[in-house]
């Protein structure tokens, strides 16, 4: 019987690189970001700590391929794998936080990389900047969605700048006392709260 056809380099690689993410957000998801090491990561492949460096880089770019399947994979599912549109949108990002809650590592390096890249010259600081931009267009475009034409361009992206405060900085109060801080029922508060104030003459139905 003939064998499984060879890979080419370029084959080889991705799947290298697949399996190097695969295992960080396990290593990551366990042991959290800072913790969690490139060795640890490592041995999980089956690789050296030089191996992994050779197809990252840095640290920090593995945690950044990790938080890019991450989003790639909460939207797998969806019809054209990419967020909802209208109140649909609320939902999912409720529901993502719910599973959050299962994966604190990866929140914890999502959290720590967000508030190092402010620094001049971060490696992960165009990746961030980029990822808020572009949350903030889809957020804003379901407030208008769900508000209709009384809601403002202004008024919708105010909301979906403010809807991105509520999720990240009750993920750091979250990680700092997660006895005090119920995560997914207090995001959901949160958000229901910014679209009632967007959307005053809108009926709302509970998140989730």
């Excluded at 967020?83 to 990866?106: C, E, K, S, W, Y």
């Excluded at 971060?122 to 980029?130: I, K, L, N, S």
């Excluded at 202004?154 to 979250?174: H, P």
């Amino acid at each position: 019987m003939a064998g499984a056809p060879r890979l080419t380099r370029r084959e080889a690689s991705a799947l290298r690189r697949d399996q190097i993410v695969r295992a960080a957000a396990q290593v990551f998801g366990a042991k959290g970001y800072r913790t969690g090491s490139l060795a640890d990561v490592a041995e999980q492949v089956g690789i050296t700590h030089a191996g992994v460096l050779h197809h990252f880089g840095t640290k920090e770019q593995l945690l950044v391929e990790v938080l890019q399947q991450r989003d790639e994979q909460g939207v797998a599912d969806l019809e054209g794998r990419h967020m909802p549109r209208g109140i649909d949108l609320f939902h999912h990002l409720v529901r993502t936080v719910r599973a959050n809650v299962q994966r604190r590592g990866i929140v914890q390096g999502y959290t720590v990389l967000t508030g190092e890249s402010v620094t001049e010259d971060h490696p992960a600081r165009a990746w961030v900047t980029g990822r808020f931009t572009t949350l903030r267009a889809e957020i804003a475009a379901a407030v208008r969605d769900v508000g209709g034409p009384q809601v403002s361009d202004e008024d919708a992206r105010r909301a979906a700048s403010a809807v991105i405060a509520v999720m990240d900085g009750l993920q750091v109060q979250w990680l700092l006392d997660p006895e005090a801080v119920d995560l997914a029922e207090t995001t959901r508060v949160g958000i229901e709260a910014v679209l009632r104030a967007a959307c005053p003459h809108v009926s709302l139905p509970r998140l989730g």
